[in-house]
């Protein structure tokens, strides 16, 4: 079992920035993909931004897009995820996962933090 704490998240204005961070317990091939989804009240989780392990093939949805960068640091088993120019449509709860595949990072991810809050105010 391996077990992803996130750290970071907490209150901004619109058109600040913040970082998250996310500790896998373990290494294994599991958590060799590793990212983040986000949940906002009444809407369901969406995934955010994904990276391999060695910080190669990241990738983004849509919406965060050249504002939000995620990074790894190979040697702590973290993911991070830098947001800037937060809007306050980024409110939300947003959780780290991990995965083996890089399309099941995006899909069904193996193991989920417990979530962390992002609240961006107008």
């Known amino acids: 079992q391996v077990q992803l704490v996130e750290s970071g998240g907490g209150l901004v204005q619109a058109g600040g920035s913040l970082s998250l961070s996310c500790t896998a317990s373990r290494s294994t091939s599991s958590t060799y993909f590793m990212g983040w989804y986000r949940q906002a009240p009444g809407k369901e989780r969406e995934f955010v931004a994904a990276?391999?392990?060695?910080?190669?093939?990241?990738v983004y949805a849509d919406s965060v897009k050249g504002r939000f960068i995620v990074y790894t640091d190979n040697a702590k088993n973290t993911v991070y995820l830098q947001m800037n120019s937060l809007k306050p449509e980024d409110t939300a709860v947003y959780y780290c996962?991990?995965?083996?595949?890089?399309?099941?990072?995006?899909?069904?991810?193996?193991?989920w933090g417990q979530g962390t809050q992002v609240t961006v105010s107008s």
């Open positions: 996962a991990a995965a083996i595949t890089s399309s099941w990072i995006r899909t069904a991810p193996n193991y």
């Open positions: 990276i391999s392990r060695d910080g190669g093939g990241a």
